[in-house]
């Protein structure tokens, strides 16, 4: 990370009154902490000197968290009985649900809500991976996102909730960097003229913790987004720059992004992915008003400005490019 936004995440002078919200000697309780998104949380908290409990179902694959001294609980978002456990002790709570069947995710969402209900927890963030629609909404995990949000409400627990546009974290994907370094492209499956504000997990990591650690002063609803809407060809322009190669943005027939899809993560994951992409092409205003609008300043967040495209690739390149770099 560059060190002006390093030096950003220490400066709480513009929102120091929201630490007493926090009590320091109780740890946050962060859900998916081996996940992009749970682990980006987990360090933000961290960075901000927040004690870090992280939730996970199997602590094998946790070296990571270990080594960066996180106190990991065990649990499966099915067992109410052991989500109540990890969040006994706990001052807080980021929860989020995985991306699954209706019924397994208001399962899930129904008991980490209700462990955090009987553990007293005084502030508890949902995270959700996108927008939210009702039914009649076609697209499912929409419509799935809605219904865990009318959980989180119903539950009388929830301080906020944080939702992103697009994340930039869909470039390392070992697929799309492959492209980036042996073609010089990235495809994605929508359309070159379709406007997006893109947001990272640490950003979106950072304006949850910010969150969390301001309670009843953050209550709200809030979409992270970028600092600017970009076209297709805008967005390959800012990697190119990033790089510091050339690089041309086309957009990847559906159909071809689910089998893709559904050979690297399961059938399931490529037809749900495929489902939303679908869903935005075809509903162009709804895809703006989820998508496209730029960051504007959010009081609650106090000094926070979201990272630029052009930043968030130049700190990644080694990782993008890996070997291919040539210095």
């Not at 946790?62 to 609980?73: K, Q």
């Not at 209706?102 to 927008?131: P, Y």
């Not at 162009?284 to 968030?312: K, N, Q």
Request: one cysteine or more.
């Amino acid at each position: 990370m560059d060190a002006a936004y390093d030096a950003a995440l220490t400066d709480f002078s513009c929102w120091s009154s929201f630490m007493s919200v926090v009590d320091l000697s109780k740890p946050v309780l962060v859900y998916l902490a081996n996940g992009v998104q749970g682990g980006a949380v987990a360090r933000a908290a961290s960075r901000h000197g927040l004690k870090v409990r992280a939730l996970v179902r199997n602590p094998v694959h946790s070296s990571s968290l270990e080594e960066a001294g996180v106190e990991l609980a065990q649990a499966d978002l099915f067992d109410l009985g052991s989500l109540v456990a990890a969040s006994q002790g706990a001052s807080g709570a980021v929860i989020q649900i995985p991306m699954g069947a209706q019924s397994d995710m208001a399962a899930q969402a129904t008991h980490a809500f209700n462990a955090a209900k009987i553990a007293g927890l005084s502030s508890i963030i949902l995270k959700l991976g996108s927008a939210s629609r009702p039914e009649p909404c076609e697209e499912p995990s929409l419509v799935a996102n809605a219904m865990v949000e009318d959980i989180a409400r119903q539950s009388g627990m929830l301080s906020a909730i944080v939702r992103p546009t697009m994340y930039l974290d869909n470039l390392l994907r070992p697929h799309t960097r492959a492209d980036l370094v042996e073609n010089g492209l990235f495809a994605a499956p929508i359309s070159e003229s379709q406007q997006i504000a893109w947001t990272s997990a640490d950003d979106c990591a950072e304006a949850t913790v910010r969150l969390l650690m301001a309670g009843p002063a953050g209550v709200g609803d809030y979409r992270i987004s970028g600092p600017e809407s970009l076209s297709g060809d805008a967005l390959a322009e800012r990697i190119m720059v990033g790089l510091g190669r050339p690089i041309v943005y086309r957009a990847r027939p559906l159909d071809g992004f689910e089998q893709d899809m559904d050979k690297a993560e399961g059938r399931a994951a490529g037809r749900r992915l495929a489902s939303k992409f679908r869903y935005l092409a075809t509903h162009r205003d709804d895809a703006d008003a989820i998508l496209a609008i730029p960051y504007s300043t959010i009081v609650e967040l106090g000094d926070f400005f979201p990272t630029s495209v052009e930043t968030w690739i130049r700190d990644r390149r080694q990782i993008l490019l890996g070997s291919d770099i040539a210095e």
